[in-house]
C-alpha cells in the first residue's frame, strides 16, 4: 500500500467531524490533526480521534507535514483557506461549491494548476451508490433514450448554513449529478425562487429545465419540508428509473409499451405499466467513499474523480438559476382573467 498518509481537517463542525471520523478509520491513511477555531469543539474531535488540534489553520499547515486535507467550512471561507492550502502544498478536497462566487472557483482551480496541487471539491453524491448504479444503467441504455429528469432535494431548514442559500447550497448537488448522468449543460431555464422562512437568501427553488441534449429536466429544492426527501427519477422510452439517496435503493418501473406489434390496432408507441425491478445495489457510506476515493488518488499521483471544473461547471449553472429567478421575479405580473371570458367559453 505504500507509506501512510497524513490527513488533516480545517473546521470540525457537524460535518468536518465526519470527515475527522472517515480519515481515523482509512486504512493507510493517518488523521494527523484538525483546525478548528472554537475551543470545546477542537479539543473534543482532537480527544476523540487523537490528533493534534490548532486553533487556526495557518499553523496546522506550519507545523504539521500533511498530504492532504479537507476544508470544512462556511461557503464564504473557502476562497482564503483554499489558497492558504494551495500555498503549503498540501492536496486538498473543498466541501461543495467550490467557492462563493465563480471567479473565486477559477481563482482556486488557477492557482492549484499552477502549484501542482491535487484539487476536488465534495460532491458527495457521485459516491452513492444507488447513483453509481443509475449511471451504468443509463450507460447501458436500459431504458433508452432520456426523455426527463426530475431531482426532488427537500429537508427542514438548516440553521448552520446562513452565508448561502438553497441553490448553493443545495441544488449544485443536483446540477452536479444531473449533468454527470446526462453529460450536457442546461441550455435554458425557467426559474422560480421564493425567500419563505430564511432572513436573507432564498429557501425554495423550482425550475425547469432545457438541456442542450433535448432532455427536460426539473429541480424541486427547498429547507421548508418537515421531513428530508432526496430523490431522483429518470424517465426514458424503456420505463422509469427512481433513485432514493438516502436508501440507496434504485428501482426501475418498465414500460410494457402498449401499442408494439402484439396490438397492431394501435398506430402509435405509447406506454403502459410493467414490471417493477429493484436493482441490486450494495450500500456504502458516499463520505467514505468520496474520502477513500480522493485519498487514493493522491496516493497514486492520479486526478481526483470530481475536478475543480466539475465544480465550477455546478456552481456557474446554479449562479444561472439564480439569475433567472431574479429575473421571474422583477417581470411578474399579475395574471388577470377578462370578465365575461368563462362565459364566451361556454358558447
Same mark, same amino acid.
Given at each position: 500500500?505504500?507509506?501512510?498518509?497524513?490527513?488533516?481537517?480545517? !473546521?470540525?463542525?457537524?460535518?468536518?467531524?465526519?470527515?475527522?471520523?472517515?480519515?481515523?478509520?482509512?486504512?493507510?491513511?493517518?488523521?494527523?490533526?484538525?483546525?478548528?477555531?472554537?475551543?470545546?469543539?477542537?479539543?473534543?474531535?482532537?480527544?476523540?480521534?487523537?490528533?493534534?488540534?490548532?486553533?487556526? +489553520?495557518?499553523?496546522?499547515?506550519?507545523?504539521?507535514?500533511?498530504?492532504? =486535507?479537507?476544508?470544512?467550512?462556511?461557503?464564504?471561507? +473557502?476562497?482564503?483557506?483554499?489558497?492558504?492550502?494551495?500555498?503549503?502544498?498540501?492536496?486538498?478536497?473543498?466541501?461543495?461549491?467550490?467557492?462563493?462566487? =465563480?471567479?473565486?472557483?477559477?481563482?482556486?482551480?488557477?492557482?492549484?494548476?499552477? $502549484?501542482? =496541487?491535487?484539487?476536488?471539491? !465534495?460532491?458527495?453524491?457521485?459516491?452513492?451508490?444507488?447513483?453509481?448504479?443509475?449511471?451504468?444503467?443509463?450507460?447501458?441504455?436500459?431504458?433508452?433514450?432520456?426523455?426527463?429528469?426530475?431531482?426532488?432535494?427537500? !429537508?427542514?431548514?438548516?440553521?448552520?448554513?446562513?452565508?448561502?442559500?438553497?441553490?448553493?447550497?443545495?441544488?449544485?448537488?443536483?446540477? #452536479?449529478?444531473?449533468?454527470?448522468?446526462?453529460?450536457?449543460?442546461?441550455?435554458?431555464?425557467?426559474?422560480?425562487?421564493?425567500?419563505?422562512? +430564511?432572513?436573507?437568501?432564498?429557501?425554495?427553488?423550482?425550475?425547469?429545465?432545457?438541456?442542450?441534449?433535448?432532455?427536460?429536466?426539473?429541480?424541486?429544492?427547498? &429547507?421548508?419540508?418537515?421531513?428530508?426527501?432526496?430523490?431522483?427519477?429518470?424517465?426514458?422510452?424503456? !420505463?422509469?428509473?427512481?433513485?432514493?439517496?438516502?436508501?440507496?435503493?434504485?428501482?426501475?418501473?418498465?414500460?410494457?409499451?402498449?401499442?408494439?406489434?402484439? &396490438?397492431?390496432?394501435?398506430?402509435?408507441?405509447? =406506454?403502459?405499466? %410493467?414490471?417493477?425491478? $429493484?436493482?441490486?445495489? $450494495?450500500?456504502?457510506?458516499?463520505?467514505?467513499?468520496?474520502?477513500?476515493?480522493?485519498?487514493?488518488?493522491?496516493?497514486?499521483?492520479?486526478?481526483?474523480?470530481?475536478? %475543480?471544473?466539475?465544480?465550477?461547471?455546478?456552481?456557474?449553472?446554479?449562479?444561472?438559476?439564480? #439569475?433567472?429567478?431574479?429575473?421571474?421575479?422583477?417581470?411578474?405580473?399579475?395574471?388577470?382573467?377578462?370578465? %365575461?371570458?368563462?362565459?364566451?367559453?361556454?358558447?
Amino acid at each position: 500500500m505504500g507509506a501512510v498518509l497524513r490527513a488533516g481537517v480545517i !473546521g470540525a463542525g457537524s460535518m468536518g467531524a465526519n470527515h475527522a471520523r472517515v480519515y481515523a478509520d482509512l486504512e493507510g491513511v493517518e488523521l494527523t490533526a484538525i483546525a478548528e477555531p472554537d475551543p470545546l469543539v477542537c479539543n473534543a474531535v482532537a480527544q476523540r480521534y487523537r490528533c493534534r488540534g490548532y486553533a487556526n +489553520h495557518l499553523a496546522m499547515l506550519e507545523h504539521e507535514q500533511l498530504d492532504l =486535507v479537507s476544508v470544512v467550512v462556511p461557503t464564504q471561507l +473557502h476562497y482564503g483557506i483554499g489558497l492558504d492550502v494551495i500555498a503549503a502544498g498540501v492536496a486538498l478536497l473543498i466541501e461543495k461549491p467550490i467557492a462563493a462566487t =465563480v471567479e473565486q472557483g477559477q481563482a482556486l482551480i488557477d492557482a492549484a494548476h499552477q $502549484r501542482g =496541487v491535487p484539487l476536488t471539491v !465534495g460532491h458527495i453524491e457521485r459516491f452513492n451508490p444507488a447513483i453509481i448504479a443509475l449511471k451504468e444503467q443509463l450507460s447501458q441504455r436500459a431504458v433508452g433514450d432520456i426523455f426527463q429528469i426530475v431531482a426532488r432535494r427537500v !429537508g427542514p431548514f438548516p440553521t448552520r448554513i446562513a452565508d448561502v442559500g438553497v441553490v448553493i447550497d443545495l441544488s449544485t448537488h443536483d446540477i #452536479d449529478i444531473l449533468h454527470y448522468l446526462i453529460g450536457s449543460p442546461i441550455l435554458r431555464a425557467q426559474v422560480e425562487l421564493s425567500r419563505c422562512i +430564511h432572513r436573507s437568501h432564498e429557501d425554495m427553488l423550482s425550475a425547469l429545465l432545457r438541456f442542450e441534449n433535448g432532455v427536460l429536466g426539473m429541480l424541486d429544492i427547498n &429547507w421548508l419540508t418537515p421531513t428530508k426527501i432526496r430523490e431522483l427519477s429518470v424517465i426514458g422510452e424503456g !420505463g422509469m428509473f427512481v433513485a432514493n439517496y438516502l436508501t440507496q435503493d434504485l428501482t426501475l418501473y418498465e414500460n410494457d409499451f402498449c401499442g408494439d406489434s402484439r &396490438w397492431p390496432s394501435i398506430a402509435i408507441m405509447g =406506454v403502459s405499466e %410493467g414490471r417493477m425491478i $429493484r436493482q441490486k445495489v $450494495r450500500r456504502r457510506e458516499p463520505l467514505r467513499e468520496e474520502l477513500l476515493s480522493f485519498s487514493e488518488a493522491v496516493r497514486e499521483g492520479r486526478p481526483p474523480l470530481v475536478s %475543480g471544473e466539475d465544480a465550477l461547471h455546478a456552481l456557474t449553472q446554479a449562479y444561472y438559476l439564480v #439569475d433567472e429567478g431574479s429575473r421571474t421575479a422583477m417581470s411578474r405580473r399579475p395574471l388577470t382573467l377578462e370578465v %365575461g371570458m368563462s362565459a364566451r367559453s361556454e358558447r
